[in-house]
């Protein structure tokens, strides 16, 4: 089975999305993957272990292309080190600020080339996945390449763009009616569909009327590991600080005082703002990690900490997604606090099967400092509750179970395809 996957980014050591995915694909082997990917500029590749094939169209291509240059995207050999939102892809072209500009600039079709056509046919899939994303473009180019290669095509979704997100400005309200009509088309020509979370697979079969399948982010299961007590225990936040997330952080920090060091590992630069808020309420901006010494930082750690923005905004863009650090976070050995609204998915994973604390922000100040103290203090009561977790992620999101049954769904859509021609 030869699968091609047409997304946004590439698999990446750095990004959530490259993360999951490369955890997804870890059960095939590298020869039978290809990947068709897409960057407003630039023409770097995040990491290329884990697919023989790879073929990039930027928005810089297109232009071009319209300017009168030969070709429009090109086939990858080499990785560039990409290091998450510093790297050049995360300065928005003026396309990507305004999505819908954007999908104008690719309904050119420029992109439909010679080479890309050669590309295909050397790489010959069998199937696509299509990463779902906030453009309406990806959905074209994957059901062009359907219709031209005479495959069958698979959604994954890990962010909500179509449901709950909303929108102020005229023309992003266009976006999301235009988004939801290709999603709708999409998805009816979709063998099978995935979910990030549970209540985003409730939420889509509903609406499109056909089930979508939960596809959580699969991890390695080590060996429990034990905290290391600490008079003073650290709170450790790894990821992105988008949607209002530094300050969530920031706020929490205030409430806990001295009791506890706050630490944030994260590839978002921080801006004057960011930097007086941190240091305000004591954060310790830590920087990017990754590989062993990201293991080693968690090692470090007592307490996990997820947060999520309560603004009326954000917050309904996180509604139905999953972070892809909850299953890291739960298999540490260490407690993962939750803070944001309590009604939010990856709020919901910790609290629905205790498995986590989850305060929420509505909660009083002086109940949370309290809340705080006493989970600070007690080793005991953190250590009972990370063991709970580090055993709901043995059963629910061992990387060998989730990984099977993904790579036998999509062979039974290859076949099922396959025999349908006949």
Known sequence: MRILRIEHNSFSKTRNNGLTAEDLFSVFPKESISQLFFRPLGKEADDLDYAEYNFLISDSDIVSKLKGAKKCGDQIFEEVEVHGENNITSRKSRYAKIR????ALWSTNVWKTGELKQWLAQVKPDIILLGASSQTFPFKVATYIAEYMDIPCVLTCGDDYIAYPQYSKWYEKLQKS??????KKFVKRCSACFAISEEMSECYSDYFGCHFNVLPRPVDIPMFSEETRREKPIISYFGGLALNRWDMIARLASLCGDIAEFRVYSFTPLDENMKNRFGQTGVHYMGALSGEE????MRESNIMLHVESDDK???SFTRLAVSTKIPEYLVSGRL???FGPSYLASMKVLSKHNVGV?????TKNEDIIKYLTRLTADYEERRAIALKAYKYVETNYSKEKITSVFALTLQCVVDSYSNAKK
């Open 294 to 297: 990201l293991k080693k930082a």
């Open 100 to 103: 819908f500009l954007r999908d």
């Open 336 to 338: 993962t606090i939750g």
């Open 313 to 315: 905004l954000n917050s």
């Open 178 to 183: 235009r988004l939801r009509k290709e999603y």
């Open 358 to 362: 989850v305060i929420d922000s509505q």
